[in-house]
């Protein structure tokens, strides 16, 4: 018995395997990943990337289709890129943005005297709106781990959540 998945490459993306690494490249930039799991045999000719493994092992299928969304998620993030959007909400203390080169300033939260920070991932842009924040990058993962980031940052302690239900929340994954 066999366990093999595979993505097709869409027009206008190269992928290609460089021993153990794959590495795909787009209009909107290139990522790189390593491969590399015992059992699990990874072949990409270009059009197509193919994980498979002949072990009953459920570790090991797992793992082929995580490869998989891997595989798909960079040729998604090479040809369109990542997008999340945040909404700012507060009732009690109007809540200010300060945006460095690698971190998200939340200042003001619930009237606090020290600013929250939440750390901004290399490869990332983080734009500040009016209430809103756009998180946006090629690197699915990355993009996701810095908004979650943001939204953890503004976490309510030691206060009712049902009444306090000031903070940044993720409205929009793209």
Known sequence: MLNE?????????????????????????????????PGIDITCDGAVFTASTASTRKKISAMVGTYAAHARNMCGGVAEGYEYKM???????????KKTDSALEIVNFLGEKKPRVARISEGVTVSTGNDEITVSGIDKELVGTTAARIERATHVRNRDPRVFQDGIYIIEKA
């Open 87 to 97: 909404k700012v909400v507060y009732s009690h203390f109007p809540i200010q943005l």
């Open 5 to 37: 998945r595979s993505v097709e490459i869409p027009e206008g993306v190269t992928a290609t395997m460089e021993g153990t690494t794959f590495v795909v490249e787009g209009p909107k930039g290139k990522l790189t990943r390593d491969m590399r799991y």
